[in-house]
């Protein structure tokens, strides 16, 4: 997980892109609020870099897609901060952005964080976390066998 909050099915994102899974596969966390640090859910090469959303290659090719918010992209930066370059290589736990939900939130739009593997039939992910449970910044979330 990028961030501590409550796990939510993807399907429950209020984003079509997401929620029909036009993207791929995943999970989405709805997070805590406050000044936060969006982490790196796989160690792997940073190949895009926005303020709201990053995607990591890693080793094994999968490309896993975070996307801090719904719409945020319309905020133009304000309220994220990245951390890190794009190219960079990470870790996962690495901090990729700081952001604050409150200020996403302020704005209107839901402050959801979706993480979906890109490219990725719909039945090759594994959940391990039940919809409605907490989860911890860096716990499994899923497998995926893409």
Request: charged share 15%; hydrophobic share 45%.
């Amino acid at each position: 997980s990028p961030a501590a909050g409550t796990n939510l099915a993807v399907s429950d994102v209020p984003d079509p892109v997401f929620s029909h899974g036009l993207v791929g596969p995943g999970v989405a966390v709805v997070p805590r609020g406050g000044l936060q640090q969006a982490l790196a859910p796989v160690s792997g090469k940073l190949v895009k870099l926005h303020p709201h959303a990053y995607v990591i290659v890693a080793e094994t090719g999968d490309a896993v897609l975070v996307h801090l918010g719904v719409d945020t992209v319309h905020m133009q930066g304000a309220g994220f901060r990245t951390l890190v370059s794009e190219s960079d290589q990470v870790q996962a736990g690495d901090a990729v952005v700081e952001w604050d939900p409150d200020v996403v939130a302020a704005t209107g739009r839901s402050t959801i964080c979706c993480v979906v593997v890109l490219d990725c039939p719909a039945g090759r992910v594994r959940d391990h976390v039940a919809a409605g449970e907490q989860v911890s910044p860096q716990q499994v979330l899923f497998e995926v066998d893409c």
